[in-house]
């Protein structure tokens, strides 16, 4: 008889309640001792099939699914680096849905490049970046040698970089594309957790200074490490696992991948390669910027010119979007996608997002590129122009959410992580403050220099080689020397010299090239405090110079050896090598001595001979300038050089992380005072160049990663004109900054035009005192600007060109200028620039010293300063002296007159000024436009003539150069040639019967 109610076993339901907590007990009691015994749960691990192509100490090749004979050999061959500190395996992690498996289905031959595990490989631990650089460009050449293709070639995180330093170590070759996963380029353009970029590099240098160096990275640091760059996702994965850990069957289908990321995907890292990684790719930024050093060569991204594919994750705080988005920057000539998922840094190649995402596209990619299928639809052409501020905040905004969100899964509270990212905000502050903590040191030490200091260019050079002997120092034909090299270099060359004679205070002419034997010459008479003469490259004025400096010995390299011989003086040739030969005239008589194959081994030192004995009032180098036709000495002491060092590395900021490129010939003192000095003395790294030819500047500019460019007047104009588009797609470059002096207003704006978002720092050096100006910001476009901290400080007195003399206030003194009014630039004469004949005392006060400079300047209503003219070429005319440079200033502002000269001719009783320029491409500007130009100079001030030349002669250092013109006296009436009207204010045609005029006929 049926009772009714459930016909369900009660006692059945009870058991349920009672024993199913105990049996999660249970089941997670074992599992959770079989994790600890055994590192995991234990389950059938396959792996997908491979064979051993290759095997090197550096490393060994897998090609996978090596039976398929049919695909092995037509398909296209997929090459993937694993990072330093993991396992090739990551490649691997599961049989079916790891990344050589969905590669082979998608019909793709994948090879793996296997490093293993350098504390158990002989050497590992010693291994450097270049190996593993070196060792993959091997793997591209073994590869194309089995499959007869190019390679399409991949990695992961560090992997990744590894793929992209290779290709441009190759400089393409053999490689089909690239695919990255998670690799940063602009590494500190998104460091985790928004750590400052000089934070980090500051930490990055001292680890890899101090601490790699005796230290290797075991796999358990890796690890760690892995795990803490995100914490909150490592709590998260534990806790679920220990939540899930009854569930057999739930954690088995990911249990590989645990097991993995745990424990047995992560290998050691060298010491050495840690330390490279951090030197190059941190401390100095280089992926992007360019000038990495692989085995002494320089190397850029920007010589990769096949199709990249870059894979980033929303929420990857390691590898982040804006840090991958950085190689669109650095590889100017590629064609570079971009595929972002939304994911963290493993899950871009391990985990479900990789499964349905990143290798599946990875396989159409390949594909579209070999020709057998279509462009994959996941991926876009990655921007060149968005700001990185656009994708950090996009990524920063992600970050936020994604983090927070695991926060609360874990149940910790938001406050820390949101206060971490908001620690960002504080970014700017500290990276400008980080300019100031650069500049202040080296002024510090520039304001203690007194008189009977040691300071020279020897002295520094001794001091980088001491306190970095591997870091880089010269960049040369495609070569890097470092500190030891060049310093290694410089002793030899001092011992050559001491053996020829030269001792402390002897002159000692250079006749040389830009190359690295003419700064190491100058480097060695620097230490053994001779002074150093820096010849013109002019044949015909050799002689007179050697005559004013008084020289007895010049020391020349091959190319100018046959202009040496023709003095009467002892020449010691070096550079070019030891293997080569040299062409001497037997008979000129001249006494030749080749520094190269001297034994300097075998000589001994004098006793007298004491490294850098240079003080700061000695004279150091003397240069020559040419004033209306005639040479005239420059001497620069060791204070002088000193100043201009310090400035300039101050003024422009220069780091390690710079590169200078110096343009300006070693005979030029802007050279080894701003340029050399400036790099020596900021620590930066000099390239030098042996001509100014525009394909030769990009390609420089690329392979060393050129941040700064030195110049003197118009060199920059052989780089900026309109083919000069090949320094990069859309503008792309890694220049920063142009410092020089001298640049005409017109190329200044085109140059800032051209090479934006670089800008340009212009100084102004009297040869007289210690005067140095700069227009630090360069808003002010043809300003010299104001003096740099530590130089002297200047005035502009009153002076009267026509008596050429001061005028005088009521008392007696010299009237300082008011604002806008033209008049003397003086400098004041400190204890260390020892007052010699051209100081004048009691100039504006009583008992005070001043050393008047051969320039007339005005300051205006903001303290810059205003080159108006040199003292001897102001044009006194009947109606008032007329100053040149506001009308070359003037005229260069016309988008078509390329140089421009202002100069004074005599005409029957009177003095006309005329202005001769340039066009740049043929067009002439109109009278309207000439006169619109001129209108922003008073009536008086404004040329008689303008003239359209063919030509304007620049000198060797590209000043551009009066004197043809004004030899040949007023310009011939013609077309383009017009005469001032004084009346109108307008410009006509110049006619025969308007000389006539002027000439008072």
């Known amino acids: 008889m049926s009772t009714g109610g459930s016909s369900e076993d009660p006692s059945r339901g009870l058991s349920t309640t009672l024993f199913g907590p105990v049996r999660r007990i249970f089941a997670t009691a074992q599992n959770g001792l079989e994790v600890v015994r055994l590192g995991g749960l234990e389950m059938d691990r396959t792996r997908s099939p491979y064979e051993i192509v290759e095997r090197t100490p550096m490393y060994r090749l897998r090609r996978y699914f090596p039976r398929d004979d049919v695909r092995a050999t037509s398909a296209p061959p997929v090459v993937l680096v694993p990072p330093m500190m993991m396992s090739a395996d990551v490649y691997d992690v599961t049989k079916d849905d790891g990344a050589v498996a969905i590669l082979h289905r998608a019909g793709l031959d994948p090879w793996v490049v296997d490093f293993g595990s350098p504390d158990v490989e002989e050497g590992g631990l010693d291994r450097n970046l270049a190996d593993h650089i070196l060792a993959i460009s091997d793997v591209v050449d073994a590869v194309k040698s089995h499959t007869g293709r190019d390679v399409h070639l991949g990695g992961y995180s560090q992997g990744g970089m590894f793929a992209y330093q290779a290709a441009a170590y190759r400089r393409s070759s053999a490689i089909a594309s690239i695919v990255t996963f998670g690799s940063p380029v602009d590494t500190l353009g998104g460091l ?69 990321l745990a424990a047995e995907g992560w290998v050691a890292w060298s010491g050495p390669a840690v330390a490279d990684l951090l030197r190059q790719f941190v401390v100095h930024n280089r992926m992007l910027t360019g000038g990495f050093v692989i085995r002494d060569a320089p190397v850029s991204l920007a010589e990769i010119t096949v199709p990249v594919l870059a894979f980033s994750g929303e929420v990857d705080d390691i590898g982040q979007t804006v840090a991958v988005r950085g190689i669109a920057r650095a590889a100017p000539r590629a064609e570079v996608h971009e595929s972002v998922l939304r994911s963290g840094h493993f899950g871009l190649v391990v985990g479900s997002g990789s499964v349905t995402h990143s290798w599946p596209t990875t396989a159409e990619w390949v594909l579209w590129r ?25 990524t920063l905004t992600a970050r936020l959410i994604h983090t927070a969100a695991s926060a609360a899964e874990v149940g910790l509270g938001v406050g820390r992580v949101v206060g971490d990212i908001a620690s960002g905000t504080v970014r700017s502050g500290l990276e400008l403050s980080s300019e100031a903590s650069r500049a202040l040191p080296r002024l510090a030490r520039l304001g203690q220099i007194q008189s009977h200091s040691r300071i020279s260019l020897g002295l520094l050079l001794a001091e980088r080689r001491r306190k970095a002997p591997s870091g880089e120092f010269f960049l040369f034909d495609d070569r890097v020397h470092t500190n030891a090299a060049v310093g290694d270099r410089v002793d030899r060359i ?9 001792r402390p205070g002897a002159r000692v002419g250079i006749l040389m090239d830009t190359r690295p034997s003419a700064l190491a010459t100058a480097a060695a008479l620097s230490r053994i405090g001779a002074v150093a003469v820096q010849l013109p490259a002019d044949a015909e004025r050799l002689c007179e110079a050697l005559e004013i400096a008084a020289v007895t010995r010049v020391v020349t390299d091959p190319e100018h050896l046959a202009a040496a011989t023709t003095a009467d003086v002892a020449v010691l040739v070096l550079g070019g090598g030891d293997l080569r030969t040299l062409d001497i ?128 007047w118009a060199m920059l104009r052989e780089v900026t004109g309109e083919e000069s588009s090949a320094i990069g797609p859309g503008g792309l470059h890694p220049i920063r900054l142009f410092m020089g002096a001298g640049m005409p207003v017109g190329l200044w704006n085109r140059t800032v035009e051209h090479f934006s978002p670089a800008g340009v720092l212009e100084f102004y050096a009297s040869s007289e005192g210690n005067v140095v100006l700069a227009n630090v910001s360069g808003t002010k476009v043809g300003c010299k600007g104001r003096p740099l901290p530590g130089s002297a400080d200047v005035k502009v007195g009153a002076w009267d060109p026509v008596t050429r003399e001061f005028l005088l206030d009521d008392r007696g003194f010299v009237r300082e200028c008011e604002d806008d009014e033209v008049g003397l630039l003086l400098g004041q004469a400190g204890d260390v620039a020892t007052i010699q004949g051209t100081a004048l005392r009691s100039v504006f006060a009583p008992g005070d010293a001043w ?83 001129l209108d922003v100079l008073p009536a008086a001030g404004r040329p008689d003539i303008l003239a359209t030349v063919p030509e304007i002669a620049v000198s060797p250092s590209f000043r551009p150069s009066d004197r043809g013109l004004r030899e040949q006296g007023l310009p011939a009436p013609g077309p383009r040639v017009r005469c001032l009207d004084r009346e109108t204010g307008s410009y006509k045609r110049l006619t025969k019967a308007a000389v006539a005029r002027l000439s008072g006929e």
């Open 192 to 260: 985790p957790f928004g750590i400052p970029a000089d934070l980090a590099s500051g930490a990055a240098e001292f680890l890899a200074d101090h601490v790699f160096t005796h230290l290797a990275v075991t796999g358990w640091m890796a690890r760690t490490g892995f795990q803490l760059l995100d914490p909150v996702k490592s709590v998260r994965t534990r806790l679920d696992f220990l939540r899930q850990l009854h569930d057999r069957d739930a954690l088995l289908p990911r249990e590989q991948q645990r097991r993995f």
């Open 851 to 933: 050393t008047p400079t051969e320039h007339l300047f005005r300051r205006d209503s903001d303290g810059d300063h205003w080159l108006m003219d040199r003292g001897d070429d102001v044009v006194l005319t009947d109606d008032g002296p007329v100053y040149g440079q506001p009308i070359v200033d003037a005229l260069g502002s016309l988008d078509t007159i390329d140089l421009a000269v202002v100069y004074g001719v005599r005409v029957g009783d009177r003095d006309l000024v005329v202005a001769a320029y340039t066009l740049r491409d043929g067009r002439a500007p109109t009278a309207a436009q000439l006169e619109d130009a």
């Open 494 to 502: 001092v011992a050559g010299l001491i053996h020829e004679g030269v």
């Open 370 to 394: 070999e020709g057998l299928g279509p462009e994959p639809s996941a991926i876009e052409r990655m921007s060149t122009t968005a700001s990185a501020r656009a994708y950090s905040s996009g």
């Open 585 to 712: 005239d037997v008979d000129s008589g001249a006494t030749v001595t080749d520094l190269e194959h001297l034994d300097v081994d075998s000589f001994e030192l004098p006793a007298w001979y004491v490294p850098d004995p240079g003080l700061a009032r000695e004279v150091a180098f003397i240069f020559f300038t040419e004033i209306d036709g005639r040479l005239e000495q420059r001497q620069i002491t060791n204070h002088r050089w000193a100043l201009s060092a310090f400035g300039t590395a101050s003024a422009a900021d220069l780091d390690g992380s710079d590169t200078v490129l110096c343009l300006t010939p070693m005979h030029h003192p802007s050279a080894l005072l701003a340029a050399v000095g400036g790099a020596v003395a900021g620590g930066a790294r000099i390239a030098v160049a042996r001509t100014v030819d525009q394909a030769d500047f990009t390609r420089l500019v690329h392979r060393y990663g050129v941040t700064v460019v030195s110049y003197t």
